[in-house]
Structure formats: C-alpha cells, structure tokens
C-alpha cells in the first residue's frame, strides 16, 4: 500500500475553490459576531445559507473527485505561506477528507436547521448560530487542511467553539463548569498533540502530511512509537477516550442542538480522524497501534456500563457516544482493514446519533425540558414522528440486521475478531451491553406509563424540526448497508489510507455476528424485564454497588480528583505560598547578587524616588564593574 | 578664521522629523493666539494631519529613493532603512496614542491646582482640559525620532531629552487621582535626570577615548586607541545605564510601575509603545553601531541584564493589583525579550536577521499595548479608570465583547499562537538561538510561561468570577477610542495570521543593516 | 597615568579650600547673632512659610530665571555666529533665523499666557 506519498497539485474547478467551505462559514461566523442586533431578525437564516452553501460545495468538490481516476484523487491545493519556511497552508481533498466534509457540513446543516426550531424562544439565538458556523468552519479546517499545523488551528477552534456552545447557556453555573471542565480536559489532549507536532518537525523537518508520510518508513521505529503515543493523547481529548472521558458527560449542559453536532457527530470524531490520518505513522508503531486498540476497547466498555445506569437522556445518550466511539477507535487501530469501517462507523453514528440527539431534543422540548427519563413514560402516541425516527436510530445503533449499524459495527467486530479474539470478544460483549441501555432508553421514554411532572403537556415539535429527524432516520436506515457492501466504501477511501491485502467479504451468518445479534437480544429482554414490562420508579432506587459504580461514571471523576486535582491544587497552593514567600526572598536574593544588602532593595517596592534612585546607581555600579572585569579577563 | 564650512543638510530625507517638529512649535503658537474655546478645534486636525504627513512622507521616501545608504547632516543623523522603519512605527503609534489623547476625560483641566483644593473643583467645573498636550505630545513624538535616528551621541542626547522633558510634563496631567499622578510625574522627572546625567557622563568618557561623539567614528576608535579601555569600559557602562533606563531593563526598572500607573492612560500608552520602540532604537545604535566590535565584552553583561529583566518583570507581576502596574511589569519582561534579540549578534545576515525580528517585535508589541491601554481607558467607576484588578472581576459577563478582545490582547502579549505577539517572540528568539544565545531563550520561555500565567490570571479573573455588585461601568467609547481599539485588534490578528507582509517590509529595512 | 595628575591636583586643591573655608569661619569670623542669619535663603526675599500640610508657593522667581536661562543660551548660541557668519553665509542667517524664530515663539507663549506678569 501507499498511502499519502503522492499529492497531486489541483487548479481550477470545485477542488480549486475547496477553501470555500471553511470561508463561508467562518464568514458567516464574523457578519453574525460583529455585526450585533442588527443581524437579530436573520441571522440564523444566514447561518443556515453559509452552512448549506458550504455542503454544497463539498458535494461538488466530491463529484468532482469521484469523476478522477482513482490513482490520482489525492488533490492538494495551495494556499499561501503560514509560517514563513515552516508551514504552506493548503487543502488536502481526498476520500478521507471529502467523506468528513461532507458529514460535517450534511449533518451539520440539518442541525443548523432544526435550531430554528429549537432555539426560536432564545433570545440569543443569533450568537448561538454564530457559534455554529465557527464550529463548522473550524472543523472542516480540521480535515481539509495538508498539514498538522492547520490541522492543529482546527484542533483548537473546534475546542473553542464547543466551549463557548457548552457553556451557552453561562447563567446556568453547571454549565459555566461544564464548558471549563471541557476545556480544561482537552487542554491535556492539545498539550499532547502539540508536542506530537513537535517532535514531528523535529524529526522529519516537515508538518506536511505528504512529505511526513513520505518519509516515515525511514524513521526510527522509537521516535515513531512516542509521535503515535501523543498523536493518541490528543485523540483521546478531542474524542473522549479513556482516560480522558470525563468531560463527554458534563458537556450535555449544552443545548440539545450542540450536543448533537459536536458531541455526537462531528467533533468527537476528530480524534478518529487524526488516527486514521495518520495511519503511515501508526502503521510502523506496532506498539502505538496496539495502545489505540486498548483505548478503544476499554472506553468501548466503559461508555456502554455508563450508559446502563443514567436516568438523564442526554448523559445516557453521551456514554452511548463515547462507547461507539471506542469501536471506531479500535478499528483504527486494526490498520487498513481497520479504517475503511471506522470512517464507515463515524459516519454511519453520525447519522443515527444525530438522529437520536435530536431526537431526545424534540422529547425535551415536548416535555418542558425535562431530561430525567423516570419522568416520561408512554410517549410514543403523543410524539409519533419523535418516536418513529428514535426509534430507528435506536434499532441501528444496537445493530438491528440490515440497518446502518448493523453493518458498520459488524465489520468491526469481525475484523477485530480477525485481529485478535480477546479484543473481538470484548467489542461483542460491548455491543450486548449496548443493546441493554438503548432498550431501556426507548422503553423508559416511549412505553409504559405516564410519570410526567404535573405541568407537563407534551405535543409534537414543529416541521422543521421533525424534517431533519425524518431525512437523518433514512440516513440511519440506508447509508450503512450502501457502504458496507460490496466493500463501496472501502474501495473509495484506499487512495486515501490504502487497502488491505485481501478485501473482506461481509457475512450475514458469522459466528460473532450471531453471537452479537443474541446477546443484543439477550440485552433487550433483559432491559424489558426491567423496564418495559415492570413498574419504573420516579425516585432512583439505591442500586447495588455496581449501579452505583456506573452512575458515579466509573469513578472518572473521582480518579481525575485524586489523581490530578489534588496534586494540581497542592501546587497551586505551593505557588501561592511561594508568592507570599518566595518572591520576597528572591528580591532579596537579587539585592544580594548586585550587590546591596536586602533591606535596600526591598526599600525599591515603596515607591521613593530616592530609593529608585540608589538602585540605578547601584546597577551602575555593577555593570561597570562587571564590564571593566569582562574586558579585563 | 577660515575653514569653517556651512555644512550641508539634506532636508528632503529629514522632512518627517522636520514636519512633526514645525507642527509641534506652530502648536505653541496656537496656545499662545487661540482663544481658548477654538484650541482644541485646531489642534487635534492638525496633530492628526501633521503625523500621518509625516508617515506618508516615510513612505514616499522609502518608494521613491529606496533605503538610503548614508548618513545625513554631516552624519548626524541616520535616515537608512531601520531609522524608516522604526520612524514609520512610531508615527503609527502616535497617531493611535493621538486618537487615545482625544479623548476628553483623561487630562485635568489645570494642572497647577492642588488636588481637592476648591480651585481645581472650579477648575473642573470650568470643563476643557490642558490643550498644550497636543504640542508637548509632538515634541515628545520628534524626541523619539531624532532619537532613534541620531548617529551621533550628542545628538542622541538632544533627541533624549526633547523626547523624554514634554513626557514629564505630560504624566502630571491625569485629570483623576491627582496626586499619583503629580507623584508619578516628578519621579519620571528626577529618576530621568539621574539617568540622563549617567548617559551624559558615559559620553564624556567615550568622547575622552575616542575623541569623536560620531558612532561610526567611535567604532573605528576601538581598534585604534590603545591604554585607554577603562576608560571606554566605563563609558560604555554608564551610556548604556542612561538606555536601560529608558527601556526599562532591570534593575533600572523601578520608575515604570509608578510612572505608568500614575500618568494619564493614553500618555501610557504612548510611553509604553513609543518609547519603547524609540529606546531601542537608540539601543541598537549604541551598542551595534559605536560598541559593535566590542560585543564580546558587552555581551555577557547583557546577558545579565537581559535574564534579570525577564524574571523580575515576570515575577513581580505576579502579585500585582493593578491593571496598569501589572502591564508596565509585563513591558519590563518584554523589554527583556527585545533585549535577547540586541544580544544576539554576528555575522551580517545574522545581524540582519536579529534586526528584522526586533522590528517586527515592536511593531506588534507596540501596536498591542496602545490597543490593551484603550480599554483600560474605558473601564470606569465613579473615581474614573478602575485600576484595581478586582473591579475587573466579572466584566466578561457584563461587557463579553470588549472583555474579549481584552483577553485576546494579553494573549498576545502572552505570544499565544493567532495573535502577533507569538510571531513576535517566535521571531526574536529564533534569532536569539541562531546568534548562540541558546541559555538566554530558555530564561526567555520560562519567563513566558511565568507571564503567561498572570495574563491568563486576569482573564479567569474577567470571565469567570461573580462580577461585584457596584462594579465598573464601560465608558461608551468615543469614535476615536473605538477606532483604537478596532485598529489595535485587527493588527495583532493580522500579524497574528498573515505576518509575511510585514516580514518582509522589516527584512527589507534590516538587509542594509545601520549605515555609519 | 600622568594623564591624570592635573585632576588628582585639582580635585585635593578644592577639597581643600572647601575644608579650610568651613574650618576657618567660626575661628576667625565674629559672632553676632540675628534673625535674618538663621533664615532660610530665598533670593533676598522675605523667606515663604511653609503652610499646615504643604500647600502653593509663588514660582514667580523661577519663571523669571527661566526665562532668563532660555535667553542666556539664545546669546550663547549667538555668539559663535557672530563670529564666522561672513563665512557661514546665507545658510547661517537663516538658520539663525530659525533658531530665533523659535526662542520667539516660546516668548510670544509665555508673553500671551500671562507668564511676564508679576502678579
């Protein structure tokens, strides 16, 4: 395989122009942040064109590729000088980047417009869609850029963005909190890859992604290894890995909207894509490569326990993410065979992710933005559409045959399977658990009785926001097995990231494929046991340990307190100390070193001129003296 | 009694100093004839229009004749490309101050009151402020020209104090806490003096070895005089005391703190930015062009300098208050960045580099700082500016925008990547590595990180705290303030993320390094 | 070193008057005790009290000295001028226009601010 070496330049057509994309919508970001009131009345209308024009563009620019021959759809376009004999910032459009570009700017125009909805009552509406389009632009300069310097300027306006999204609605404190928490987080991620960055200019002299790439076969196997590992760190902040999964949950603050785009669809995956991007470096780190499998794994674990035990829909809904999250991860860990199925999956959860996000939004508004689902109960004839299109999500996120997860997440598996049978069993035992909590979800919210708060009178959310539910639902029925099949998607990406040396032949009938699909079944009776056909209480029973376990997020938070923040806080503390302490023995440290003794210099800090002064002549004196001795030597 | 030629004068190349100079003496006039309600009317269009003349003619100069290549008035003074350059800022600079200056609200109305005394109520009650600021504020701009320009220690010393006397002046005119700004007004004074006397006195030495004051002249003397180095050692030493005043490098940094919390803002600003630029000016003269061949003593004890004033202006911001005290501390750790950069010399095309990064440092810098003033400027509380950094607490909430473009300003002061202030550092200290001076970047990262860390403070500080009560009001900015803020920052994200332009234009000043 | 000799020489030869003038006054000099001999100095002018927490005092002897010093240098500028303005020619006439010109200006300011007035 070779991947990555050859980038053919692009002039003219769509290609040519691909920077559109992250300029219309960064556009669109400036008129509605600057322009204030004045763009009140259509301002989400704009945002909405900037970020449809944006997806049509990408369409173009994807027919465009699509009618190249295969050897060559590796198209870089050049932009100009970002970093004087350092960094050429262009755009790289090849199967990868298009297949992401077209999910950000398709999916994430369908949130644009279910915001209309959504947010109509805010009166800050327009700042919210102003944040989106940043977050749109900053995320396609995460993909389209050549280079891990543009990538990295994605990387942080990404974090920006969903900062700012997080912490919306900033008069809520737990919001406020969420956004930093989410920020602070990442932070441990982008210190990561930013050294990553580093040590890939030091050793390969480039950031661009064709000469790194070119010349990794001849780089030492340990320098590959460390680049992988810190590469591997910033994808676990962006995309919420173990062990950095803690802030996935807290950013459900956010408004519904938000936390559909960045924390199902687009933004969480970033750290998939740099992974794959990166697939000539994690290629030759056989050590790097195995890590990222036991991150996926073990975070594919933890997000589905976490889901099982949360009463709030979003949070139940973000463990969800995290955990599929952790499959695309370990795909991306298999190799070529690996990528084809993470992007496939990515996509694919895109899709019925959204899909449910949006769909827990539209119950949400029903029911006065209520989130705990020991409050619903038997929505299903009061919200027909919301139902109908959850309802399909959650029958492709839990693999139900012949829908988009099915495919996806199946392909994973066996590859997984084919790699190594413990880390394909976990990914099965994974997918069972997953088909516990969805299950739950949906008979929690949809079946059983009524236990609404008093004032709750739910009714079904208005066209525009049911339209994009009903496009993403087809979305979640179709998209996996077009895909999957015939191995289209696989064929399409390897100018991209390569081929595997023998194509996969999907099976209907493989023994972990059964294997999954019963204990998905096994998940779903046990889940209607519990819930669909017995009481549910209002109230939250105590739980046994292991609930307990779950609900407490595994303890993430805790870990991250012990671990962390107490050591944090000790140096803070320290820093403090040093403060008070320190500083005033440093000044006088220094007195002493030019030459006075400390009482004089301290005597500087109370502001007479007669004491400024003495210690002018002072350092007079000590330069003098230090040159007449330096010239004297 | 013969001999005595006129001497030539090559008044096309110095028609910017000339202009700002003449502007500044027919200013005077107007205070003199002008009836006092017509003053203000007269001078702000024909400050504004004298400064930005003076930068159309730079660049007309720079279009039509190129850099030039030699000294002019008998090689008194230096047009060459740096001089341009560095005049080129200073006009930009002082243009934004001058807009800063507009501003009613900032200088008193009488000077000569004694504060709380019923004489300045009345004097207040009368409304306008002191209109001499406009023509001390031009003499102050010319100063710092002439003394970036000067290619001759006495003219230098000329352009010293034409530039620093109207600044003491003008820091006694805060029309708010009166008498932290007369304080601050007489200790730039004395403390000025002294170091004036010290830079007086270091010439006398020099002169008495090399018997020239010309720099290039006392260049060529190096080599030449023999018996005589303590001379030239102690000449150097207290030259460079009356330079390290100026810019603030430590331990001659104590006035900054006092002084620039005490004047009137935009006067801060001006000093902050213009002097700055204009100081070092002077300090590459000295030290490249008069002391060049003797850097292998000088430098060391640069070093010294260049480390100490990093730490301590890094360190003692820490526990600062005030907005205003805390930004002189961080002018005191940029300084001593710059200062890395003036170290860091070599060959020509390392000197050439070091030049260029050092340009391009003060623009940014500079251009930063006047933008940071201007809000400063405009957040207030019943006694004017809130100074105290807990009457910043909370402004995020009440004004995001301009707490924002706050924030984004001491990142950039930070050399956070995006905003002109990383280009800047990453410039200056790239130059430092390739000069030698590896050791002296680390100090300078370290300091950084430390500085980073009382920037970022204040930002926690503005977004996430409970805003108080009574807190500070924004001030609704005049257009000029407003101006300066916009203009301020657009430039640091445009030398943020488009820094080649300018590269090159510094590139282009520093390729023919100082003429001599 | 040599070089140095004349300021060593200087140097003790005015230490010493100051010392031999300080020693000398109260051996020799008579004693006669009044008010006016322990005042403060103040130009021959009644010395001004100094009010309860500071307070304003008349600048009036400084203008003038100022005043005077601006114009003193004006003469000393003059002077050499005076001397080689036959070989200096047109240039140095009009560059000493200039410079008096401007010594003007600061006069017509002082002059109209009311600077000249004594009171």
């Known amino acids: 395989m070779e991947p990555a070496e050859k980038i053919i330049q692009h002039a003219g057509g769509v290609i040519g122009v691909s920077w559109l994309m992250i300029a219309l919508p960064l556009l669109g970001a400036a008129i509605l942040l600057l322009g204030g009131r004045r763009t009140d009345r259509w301002g989400h209308l704009l945002g909405v064109a900037m970020s449809l024009a944006s997806f049509v563009v990408a369409v173009l620019a994807f027919v465009e590729l699509i009618g190249l021959p295969e050897a060559q759809r590796r198209r870089g376009v050049e932009l100009f000088q970002f970093i004087p004999g350092m960094v050429d910032m262009g755009v790289l459009i090849d199967p990868l980047s298009i297949s992401f570009a077209l999910l950000i700017t398709g999916v994430g125009s369908l949130i644009h417009i279910y915001s209309i909805g959504y947010m109509s009552h805010d009166p800050a509406r327009r700042r919210f869609f102003a944040y989106l389009n940043l977050f749109v632009a900053a995320m396609l300069l995460l993909v389209l850029a050549d280079n891990y310097v543009g990538l990295y300027v994605g990387w942080e306006g990404v974090g920006l963005a969903s900062y700012l999204l997080i912490g919306f609605w900033q008069q809520k404190p737990s919001a406020a909190t969420a956004a930093q928490k989410a920020f602070i987080v990442n932070r441990v991620g982008d210190f990561g890859l930013a050294i990553g960055i580093f040590v890939i200019w030091t050793t390969f002299g480039s950031v661009a992604y064709g000469p790194v790439f070119g010349a990794a076969g001849g780089a030492d196997q340990g320098v590959l290894t460390v680049i992988g590992l810190l590469l591997l760190l910033g994808a676990c902040g962006k995309s919420a890995q173990v062990p950095l999964q803690s802030w996935l949950l807290d950013a459900m603050e956010g408004p519904t909207p938000v936390s559909a785009l960045i924390h199902a669809a687009t933004m969480v995956t970033a750290g998939v894509y740099l992974v794959v991007r990166s697939g000539a470096i994690f290629e030759l780190a056989p050590t790097a490569q195995l890590v990222v499998t036991i991150v996926g794994v073990v975070t594919l674990l933890a997000g589905a326990i976490i889901g099982t035990a949360k009463d709030d829909i979003k949070k139940g809904l973000a463990g969800s993410t995290m955990s599929q999250i952790g499959y695309m991860m370990l795909a991306a860990g298999l190799g070529p065979a690996g990528y084809a199925f993470a992007i496939a999956h990515l996509i694919t959860h895109g899709f019925f992710k959204a899909n449910l996000f949006l769909g827990a939004g539209s119950i949400m508004h029903a029911m006065n933005d209520e989130v705990d689902m020991r409050k619903y109960g038997g929505l299903r004839k009061f919200l027909p559409v919301t139902f109908a299109t959850f309802f399909i999500g959650y029958l492709a996120i839990i693999g139900f045959p012949l829908l988009s997860g099915y495919f996806t997440k199946d392909g994973i598996i066996e590859t997984a399977m084919h790699h190594s049978a413990i880390l394909g069993w976990l990914a099965v035992v994974g997918a069972g658990i997953t088909g516990f909590y969805m299950s739950r979800m949906v008979f929690m919210t949809f079946f059983g009785e009524k236990r609404w708060a008093d004032d709750a009178h739910p009714h079904e959310s208005p066209a525009v926001m049911t339209w994009p539910l009903i496009i993403l639902s087809v979305g979640s029925i179709f998209l996996g097995g077009y895909l999957i099949l015939g191995n289209t998607f696989m064929q399409f990406l390897a100018p991209a990231v390569g081929r595997p040396a023998e194509l996969p032949v999907f099976h209907f009938f493989s023994v972990p494929g059964l294997a999954t699909l019963a204990l998905v079944a096994v998940g779903a009776a046990f889940a209607w046991m519990k819930y669909g056909r017995a009481q549910v209480p209002v109230v939250a029973p105590r739980g046994s340990f292991l609930t307990t376990f779950a609900r407490r997020d595994l303890y993430g938070d805790a870990i991250n307190e012990s671990l962390f923040m107490r050591p944090g806080q000790w140096a803070t503390r320290f820093a403090v100390f040093f403060d008070n302490r320190g500083i005033d023995g440093l000044v006088n440290g220094l007195a002493a070193m030019i030459g006075g003794t400390s009482g004089r210099l301290r005597r500087i800090q109370t502001g007479f001129a007669r004491s400024y002064a003495l210690s002018i002549l002072f350092g007079a004196a000590v330069v003098a003296g230090a040159l007449l001795l330096v010239g004297n030597l | 009694m013969n001999g005595i030629q006129p001497p030539t004068i090559e008044y096309g190349q110095l028609m910017p100093l000339l202009l700002v100079f003449g502007a500044a003496i027919v200013g005077v006039l107007i205070e003199a004839f002008a009836p006092r309600y017509l003053r203000k009317a007269i001078h702000v269009p024909l400050t504004m229009l004298t400064l930005l003349g003076a930068f159309g003619l730079v660049i007309v100069q720079v279009l039509r004749d190129g850099v030039p290549t030699a000294a002019v008035a008998m090689g008194a003074i230096a047009v060459d490309g740096p001089s341009l350059f560095i005049w080129g800022v200073i006009l930009v600079l002082s243009v934004v101050s001058v807009l800063l200056i507009n501003d009613d609200d900032n200088f008193v109305a009488s000077a000569a009151a004694v504060p709380g005394s019923p004489d300045e109520e009345e004097a207040i009650a009368r409304g306008g402020a002191h209109t001499e600021v406009y023509p001390l504020a031009l003499f102050a701009i010319g100063g710092m020209m002439l003394f970036a320009a000067s290619n001759d220690l006495l003219i230098m010393f000329v352009g010293l104090e034409v530039m620093s006397l109207p600044l003491y002046l003008l820091c006694g005119l805060a029309r708010r806490r009166r008498l932290l700004s007369q304080e601050s007004s007489v200790k730039y004074f004395l403390l000025g003096a002294f170091s004036s006397a010290f830079f007086l006195y270091g010439m006398a030495m020099i002169y008495g070895y090399a018997g020239t004051v010309d720099l290039g002249g006392i260049n060529d003397a190096l080599g030449r005089v023999g018996g005589q180095d303590t001379l030239l050692y102690l000449g150097t030493a207290l030259l460079g005391v009356g330079l390290f005043f100026k810019i603030g490098a430590a331990p001659f940094q104590a006035w900054k703190p006092d002084v620039y919390q005490g004047a009137p803002t935009p006067i801060t600003a001006l000093m902050a930015s213009g002097t700055l630029v204009a100081a070092f000016g002077a300090v590459l003269r000295v030290f490249w062009v008069a002391l060049g061949n003797l850097d292998w003593d000088w430098r060391p004890v640069m070093w010294g300098i260049a480390i100490l004033t990093m730490i301590v202006g890094a360190i003692l911001a820490i526990t600062q208050t005030d907005i205003k005290r805390m930004l002189a501390y961080s002018s005191i750790a940029h300084a001593g960045f710059l200062l890395t950069g003036v170290i860091a010399t070599g060959e020509a095309t390392q000197n050439a580099n070091s030049l260029s990064a050092l340009l391009f440092y003060l623009l940014a810098y500079g251009i930063t700082t006047v933008g940071a003033f201007a809000v400063v400027t405009m957040v207030r509380d019943a006694g004017g500016e809130a100074g105290h950094l807990s009457r910043w607490a909370g402004l995020g909430k009440r004004s995001p925008a301009l707490a924002g473009i706050f924030a984004f300003f001491l990142l950039a002061f930070a050399g956070i990547p995006l905003t002109s202030g990383f280009f800047g550092k990453y410039a200056v200290f790239a130059a430092a590595v390739a000069g030698g001076a590896l050791p002296l970047v680390v100090v300078g990262v370290v300091s950084s990180a430390i500085a980073a860390f009382f920037y970022v403070r204040v930002i926690v500080l503005m977004f996430f705290s409970e805003p108080a009560a009574d807190g500070p009001t924004i001030a609704v900015p005049s257009a000029g303030t407003a101006a300066v803020v916009a203009l301020a920052a657009a430039a640091t994200v445009v030398l943020g993320v488009y820094p080649q332009p300018v590269f090159d234009l510094a590139d282009a000043a520093a390729s023919s390094l100082f003429v001599r | ?119």
């Not at chain 3, 008579?30 to 600048?59: H, M, S």
């Not at chain 3, 010109?101 to 004594?118: M, S």
Request: glycine residues 8%; neutral net charge; hydrophobic residues 55%.
């Open chain 3, 1 to 119: 070193m040599e070089l140095y000799v004349p300021i060593l020489v200087l140097a003790v030869l005015a230490a010493g008057f100051a010392v031999f003038s300080v020693a000398i006054a109260p051996i020799t000099g008579p004693r006669r005790w009044n008010r006016a001999k322990l005042d403060a100095y103040e130009c021959g002018i009644e010395p001004t009290p100094q009010p309860v927490g500071g307070g304003r005092f008349p600048l009036k002897y400084m203008i003038t000295a100022m005043l005077f010093i601006v114009f003193d240098i004006e003469i000393i500028f003059l002077y050499p001028w005076a001397v080689a303005f036959d070989q200096l020619g047109v240039f140095g006439l009009v560059e000493m226009v200039l410079f008096i010109v401007t010594v003007l200006v600061a006069y017509a300011y002082v002059w109209r601010r009311k600077g000249l007035d004594w009171d």
